[in-house]
């Protein structure tokens, strides 16, 4: 109903609120999910009146949200739909995201990763002190897909934290890179701007073919302007060239091409 009400829903707008936020405390845990999910779509219509009316018995409920195992995922999912209202409440927010990213029992949250990334998308650089404070325990977690796309919105909303996110990313790929193919751990190599330095970083937990795949497609993709990688794809790319598993030797093969290309390409241009 709220998606395709239009003017009847901007002239009731009172009335529907009111009796969706009635529900907010409803005793079945399936009403409550689905009347939390409404939240963001009653603030979209009017932005403010929903701010100045109801954002913070709204807040209030979320954050009480968060607060239950079972419900926080939902929770995390609205604050990055209503990440534009959400300024002056964003030390409270960054406690329950580095709760929940980095929990002291069980796996991180992807939905408070993604959260990081929608609101860095609304709020730009607004947020950058409170990401600053996510980075380390984002990194803490496996490589995944979620977080990866969380960086590429972090580093496109917030400029200056890209070279931070670029060596904590090489620090990161190169480490499930040398511990997937060499038996026994060993230093890796960390990219600075124009240089290569000798780091050991926190590796990841590894997931096989599966996750050195990934680690590979986004050496590959991701935004490492102002890196010379050719060295380092020397050290930690080519070895997949000759890998048992023809998936992971054609994005070892695309990866180490790309970063060639991008090497020449940043010799023409100067």
């Not at 409550?32 to 109801?54: E, G, K, M, Q, W």
């Not at 926080?72 to 409440?89: K, P, Q």
């Not at 070895?239 to 992971?248: M, P, R």
Request: hydrophobic share 45%.
């Amino acid at each position: 109903m709220c998606r395709n009400t239009g003017e009847f829903m901007m002239s009731r707008y009172r009335e529907v609120a009111k009796i969706v936020l009635r529900y907010l405390e409803h005793r079945d845990r399936l009403v409550r999910l689905s009347i939390t999910s409404l939240l963001p779509r009653i603030a979209h219509f009017l932005r403010d009146r929903f701010v100045s009316n109801y954002l913070m018995i709204c807040m209030n409920h979320i954050l009480h949200v968060l607060k239950i195992l079972a419900e926080r995922a939902s929770g995390f999912i609205v604050l990055g739909e209503m990440a534009g209202e959400l300024t002056n409440y964003l030390p409270t927010i960054t406690s329950h995201l580095l709760d929940a990213i980095a929990p002291r029992r069980g796996r991180p949250s992807l939905e408070a990763l993604a959260c990081v990334g929608n609101i860095a998308k609304a709020m730009g650089p607004t947020m950058e002190p409170h990401v600053r404070d996510l980075l380390d325990f984002m990194f803490s977690s496996r490589l995944s897909l979620t977080l990866v796309e969380v960086l590429e919105q972090i580093t496109e909303s917030i400029p200056p934290l890209l070279p931070t996110i670029q060596n904590q990313l090489l620090e990161c790929i190169s480490a499930i890179l040398s511990r997937s193919y060499h038996s026994m751990p060993r230093q890796s190599a960390s990219v600075s701007r124009g240089h290569i330095t000798t780091v050991t970083p926190q590796v990841p937990e590894l997931s096989g073919s599966t996750l050195v795949q990934l680690a590979l497609r986004t050496l590959a993709r991701f935004n490492f302007k102002g890196h010379d990688l050719l060295e380092f794809a020397r050290e930690f790319v080519v070895v997949y060239l000759e890998d048992k598993d023809g998936a992971t030797r054609k994005d070892a093969a695309l990866c180490y091409y790309k970063l060639v290309a991008n090497y020449f390409s940043a010799i023409s241009s100067t």
